[in-house]
């Protein structure tokens, strides 16, 4: 019961994304221009995530390991509400910003999307060890899906730089963190070879070679 109300939520927001991201691709043919490209390019890649996020919750194997603790369904709730409550920009908002910030999110929506088709059937809303993945982005670092969501969050909160952005920014890095210690605590039990993984690839931050 647990596992087909996860993914009738996240078919929902599949839907709801699908459509925003055929409005903006209308929007940006009845309108061509660099910014209009940019929102339907980031829409287009988020409503991807959404719809593989639907996919992956599809006839997942149980975890070897659950999280139930609190502080781990209180970062899950404080990340996935973080997501939603960046502030819009307005017509105030600096033009060379909004380009900079879309042109970030899109780039973090492609790694994005790129980590959870790596990640596939592994993939978890709450912190727990579904599977030791070490292919694509997480050749790179530990916490591809996390990195895309921090960096397409710090995107969006370049194009309208608020104290309310800033703040919430904060949450999501915290939540982010929270939820990481709680994951690899559950992998490097669930799996003997996670340490060595662990031990030469970077958490979030790819190393410059």
Not at 155 to 160: H, P, V
Request: hydrophobic residues 55%; contains cysteine.
């Amino acid at each position: 019961m647990g596992s087909r109300l996860v993914t009738g939520v996240f078919a929902l927001v599949a839907l709801a994304t699908v459509g925003r991201a055929v409005s903006a691709i209308v929007e940006a043919a009845s309108h061509p221009a660099g910014h209009a490209a940019l929102i339907a390019g980031y829409h287009a890649l988020r409503s991807a995530v959404a719809v593989a996020f639907a996919l992956f919750t599809v006839g997942r194997t149980e975890p070897h390991r659950r999280a139930r603790q609190p502080l781990a369904l209180a970062a899950c709730a404080v990340a996935m509400g973080a997501v939603v409550a960046f502030e819009a920009p307005t017509s105030r908002s600096v033009t060379g910003l909004i380009f900079a910030g879309d042109a970030i999110a899109v780039v973090s929506c492609a790694w994005l999307l790129a980590s959870v088709l790596a990640l596939g059937r592994c993939f978890g809303v709450l912190p727990e060890a579904r599977g030791l993945v070490t292919r694509g982005p997480y050749r790179l670092v530990r916490h591809p899906v996390y990195l895309g969501e921090l960096a397409a969050c710090t995107g969006l909160a370049i194009t309208s730089p608020s104290l309310r952005n800033v703040v919430v920014l904060a949450a999501l890095a915290v939540a982010q963190r929270v939820r990481m210690s709680f994951e690899e605590r559950a992998l490097a039990t669930a799996f003997t070879d996670y340490l060595d993984y662990a031990s030469r690839t970077p958490r979030l931050i790819p190393r410059v070679q």
